[in-house]
């Protein structure tokens, strides 16, 4: 079946250090990725997504992630985060058989120190 | 910008109550989704909706029906509340790609329900 690892529950960073939240999926077929964020009290928020084509995608508040085929990784990093960007996180992957419907893990709270 | 609005923000209700959560989207999507969120366990989907009257199972329906009589609404029913369905629940929607899956989903910023 398909799944979505995110092995880190939780990352506490200091402002201004670079930040890596890790995803995993297991698929035998072509997938869709993405990563959302979460701020406190709010609903899921988009941050990016691979669909196809550069494995590098780059999304919003300076956020960037590799799709890695080879690693069936799709991990997210940030080079400087701010204390604005204490969230929870979560990645998601299009389940195998025709539909819209997604899979998500479980979240990575990250919490930024000043 | 797409808008998701779930009617409300907090609600409490009694073991045994009937209890109707609403969502409204407004960008004419034809998918709608009810999920719960709970500590450690990430986003469960509870139902899926991908058009008018039509609904699918998700991965926990029980306990739980829905309702799509109109394509911007999406009713999530608590037949006979029990205090293990307190949680988060999070209405989304999205569009139809020409290729499954590979739209957005846009969320609205939930219903936390409790029941005592």
């Known amino acids: 079946a398909q799944s979505v690892t995110q092995l880190d529950s939780q990352v506490p960073v200091f402002e201004e250090a670079p930040v890596e939240l890790r995803c995993n999926y297991s698929?035998?077929?072509?997938?869709?990725l993405f990563w959302y964020v979460q701020y406190p009290n709010q609903g899921l928020q988009l941050l990016l997504k691979y669909l196809s084509g550069s494995t590098l995608v780059k999304g919003i508040n300076g956020f960037e992630a590799e799709f890695n085929k080879s690693q069936t990784s799709f991990h997210l990093r940030k080079p400087s985060v701010h204390i604005s960007d204490t969230a929870e996180y979560f990645c998601a992957v299009k389940r195998p058989e025709n539909t819209d419907k997604l899979i998500f893990g479980t979240g990575t709270r990250l919490q930024v120190f000043p | 910008d797409v808008k998701v609005t779930q009617s409300s923000r907090y609600l409490v209700k009694r073991t045994g109550e009937k209890v109707f959560l609403e969502c409204v989207q407004d960008m004419d999507h034809e998918n709608m989704f009810w999920y719960r969120q709970d500590p450690g366990l990430g986003l469960r989907l509870i139902y899926f909706s991908y058009d008018v009257k039509m609904k699918e199972k998700g991965d926990i329906p029980e306990g739980y029906s829905v309702s799509r009589e109109k394509k911007e609404r999406f009713s999530l029913i608590l037949e006979s509340a029990s205090t293990n369905q307190t949680s988060m629940y999070l209405c989304?929607?999205?569009?139809?790609?020409?290729?499954?899956?590979?739209?957005?989903?846009?969320f609205g910023d939930g219903t936390r329900l409790s029941i005592l």
């Open positions: 698929s035998s077929v072509s997938v869709y």
């Open positions: 989304a929607s999205s569009s139809t790609g020409l290729l499954r899956g590979n739209q957005p989903q846009h």
